[in-house]
């Protein structure tokens, strides 16, 4: 037990999904051990950062074979908790709402949509992708009937803030905002954004310095 409780840093978590894409890949093309210079240069980062990352979980390799791919997909799928399914509820079911809820590979890596709920008196009742609409005033009782373990927040941004309190209220202590807003929860509660806007603004700056067009002023750059 004291093993599982050590801390891992959240710059090594966040980098573990990544790896776990990886060798998930090795894994289909039947290949069998890898070297962590290999992982690196598959994950786009060094190597030294990869044996670093994986000395948190226990694996170290062995010199001259490398790691063994099966072995650390079970390491990272237990670290990540991918041995279960995590139920979620998505809170909005407009365009995006009902975009996430129609994507299959949420189950398929273990995060199934349990609920869909919505505000909109007019979209309860409706059927998406095999899950019926239920109103958001019913949260509490469908976080307990099915166990919500994450809720995803896909509403307008004037609407975050109140749906991650009810989702508080309702026990789900981890949330994903898709809300273009910022949003304040409990420390005991985990909160992940997904800012579609930022990461575009972001593939701009570097577009720009490719480019080598950087616009003077508050306009942008004539035609």
């Not at 005991?188 to 930022?198: C, F, H, M």
Request: glycine share 8%; aromatic share 6%; charged share 20%.
């Amino acid at each position: 037990m004291a093993e599982r409780a050590r801390r891992i840093p959240e710059a090594t978590v966040a980098r573990l999904p990544v790896y776990l894409r990886c060798l998930l890949e090795l894994a289909e093309a039947k290949i069998a051990t890898i070297s962590s210079e290999r992982l690196a240069e598959l994950a786009g980062v060094n190597a030294a950062k990869v044996r670093k990352d994986l000395s948190y979980l226990g694996s170290y390799g062995t010199r001259g074979v490398g790691y063994d791919v099966e072995y650390l997909l079970f390491q990272m799928s237990r670290e990540l908790g991918l041995t279960q399914d995590w139920p979620v509820v998505i809170v909005g079911v407009g365009n995006l709402g009902q975009a996430l809820a129609n994507y299959g590979g949420f189950t398929d890596r273990g995060f199934p949509i349990a609920a869909l709920v919505d505000a909109d008196r007019a979209k309860v009742g409706q059927k998406v992708h095999g899950n019926v609409v239920r109103h958001i005033d019913e949260l509490p009782a469908i976080a307990a009937e099915v166990g919500i373990a994450i809720g995803i927040i896909a509403t307008p941004a004037g609407a975050a803030q109140e749906v991650a309190d009810r989702l508080v209220a309702a026990g789900i202590a981890s949330i994903l905002n898709f809300a273009p807003a910022v949003i304040a929860v409990p420390p005991s509660t985990s909160l992940r954004k997904v800012d579609l806007a930022v990461e575009l603004q972001i593939l701009s700056f570097y577009q720009q310095r490719r480019s080598g067009s950087i616009a003077v002023g508050p306009e942008r750059a004539a035609n």
